[in-house]
């Protein structure tokens, strides 16, 4: 099982979110470099449009991650396809797999914040529509240097090429899901390796759909190999449980409380959080032991992961915080989840 770290490079961290823009960019890149240097195998950063969060140009600071890293491999996580131009994102992508010497992928989705919609000029009537047809050419540009094709919201391409081309033979593209019944079949249909994002409840109760994904993959042909599942969910390492908790709660519920207010959401009480930290809840916050036990019980619970991904940007957690968090995931948790 793969081992990695998502991050929607969070521009509120210290004493009253003070920090600089500028300081927030270089402590990730620090904790990026130290992901790689710890054993981690993927770092991936999201697409926002907002104020709270840095990562509106993700391939720019995978490529600036690139120059400071050897091994991990990088990640969007995710790329908001809907309100992209696929044949931009194919070249960004293929750019940065030159880069790090063919360490790049793609998760894309359709973007559970809606912001991007507004500010490229799509309407979130053809939420779906946008979504389908650009995967459609995202793929045909991956595997074809030549493109003809057509669509309903970008101009069609007569037999024109797309430069540069990834180094990797097949640039691994990914489907970001929810809890959408269809984007499941449809991931197992293309015979796309899945991110389950659980960022509530209870993560058994993805198994059902995690099961649709695996049934249209086999119906489509693919091969159980082919079809590999990852999860995303918020977590947090201490050095034990309680430290854990205590670092991590109250800037989880300042975060969910305020992200709340925006989508409908009540807001997050000590009560709600302490079941979303049992052994059956989503959140992944623990000492390294907990963590491993947690994960691999996730992994049991949906027939199995190949990846698993901490979301840890959170308001309130310092710089010092996460390091020491990424090296335990390095030090401990991975080695753990490797022995079983």
Known sequence: MEIGI?????????????????????????RIELADQAGLDVFGIGEHHKKEFLDSATAVILGAAAGRTKRIRLASAVSVLSAADPVRLYQNFATLDLISKGRAEIVVGRGSAIE????????????DALFSEKLDLLLQIRDNEFITWSGKFRPALNNLPVYPRALQEQLPIWLGVGGTPESFVRAG?????????????Q???????VDLYREAGKAAGYKPEELKVGLHSPGFVGSTTAKAIEEYYPGYAELWTKLGRERGWPPVTKDKFDGLIDDLGVLVVGDPERIAEKILRHSESLGGISRFTFQMDNAGLTHTQLMSAIELIGSKVIPLIHKG
């Open 6 to 30: 998502d991050s929607f490079a969070s521009a509120m961290y210290g004493d009253n979110n003070t920090l600089s823009s500028v300081d927030a960019m270089e402590q990730l890149l620090q």
């Open 116 to 127: 991007a919609y507004p500010l490229f000029g799509y309407s979130l009537n053809d939420y």
């Open 203 to 209: 993560t058994h109760r993805f198994k059902p759909l």
């Open 189 to 201: 249909s293309l015979g796309l390796p899945l991110i389950v994002a659980v960022i509530g409840g």
